[in-house]
């Protein structure tokens, strides 16, 4: 765990509300794919600090944050605190407070992967999905990603690029009845139908509380080891 000063080396908008910070990455930093940073910005003259997760590999060189900006546009006040409304305003240069890594939700050794995100629940799975592919590494992955519509697929054609006979991508859209592919939420249906042996993978759910919750239910009633489901949630 380390204290450390980020500077700002770019900033991407993918939509209105969704941005990445890229940062360079200090060269005594070494984190696991799946770890969490906290990152702290000056908001109305008080420091203000929020837990984030790197969406970069740390087999790339620059250190990369994928963040949804809360408005709240009800509830004033708030949004005047908001961590995310304040990195939002960064910009290259700029430098922060930052410390980390931390956090549980980290690979562990198992060839059969099982990666279930909601919407900017693809963060670590983004970071984990190109450091196995980086390195290598003899896994297969099945990737499932719920957004409401296409256009708020994060990475969407980052996913295709790297599908291969080891990584299975499975978006599916909740809101978009124009959408090509799967449409819907991530179900029972939907993941029966793309795992083949459900006890022989190791799963990471990420994403809003009810949607971990959820998704986490079904595969219970697979009879599938606890310790075999790691879960990050928030909300």
């Known amino acids: 765990m380390l204290n450390i000063q980020l500077r700002l080396k770019e900033k991407i908008w993918h939509t ?95 060839p059969n992967l099982v990666f279930i995100a909601g919407g900017t629940g693809i963060t670590p799975f983004r970071c984990m999905s190109k450091y196995l592919l980086d390195k290598k590494i003899n896994a297969n992955i099945t990737l499932f990603y719920s957004a409401r519509a296409e256009k708020d697929f994060l990475f969407y054609e980052e996913f295709n690029k790297l599908k291969n006979e080891n990584l299975k991508f499975i978006p599916t859209a909740t809101r978009d009845e124009n959408f090509k592919g799967n449409k819907g939420r991530i179900d029972e249906n939907l993941l029966n139908n793309n795992i083949k042996n459900f006890n022989e993978n190791t799963y990471y759910i990420c994403g809003p509380k009810l949607f971990v919750e959820s998704v986490e239910k079904i595969l219970l009633k697979y009879n599938i080891e606890k310790k075999k489901i790691k879960v990050d949630k928030w909300g």
Do not use: C
């Not at 940062?23 to 930093?29: Q, S, V």
């Not at 408005?71 to 240069?93: H, I, M």
């Open 16 to 110: 209105s509300e969704i941005y990445t910070l890229k940062f360079e990455k200090p060269k005594d930093l070494d984190f696991k794919p799946g770890q969490f940073i906290n990152l702290a910005v000056e908001v109305n003259g008080k420091q203000e600090k929020r837990a984030y997760s790197i969406s970069s590999s740390p087999t790339e060189e620059l250190l990369m944050f994928t963040i949804k900006r809360e408005d709240y546009p009800e509830e004033p006040e708030k949004r005047a605190k908001s961590v995310s409304t304040g990195l939002s305003k960064l910009e290259p240069g700029d430098q922060i407070e930052a410390k980390g890594p931390f956090g549980v939700f980290v690979l562990e050794e198992n």
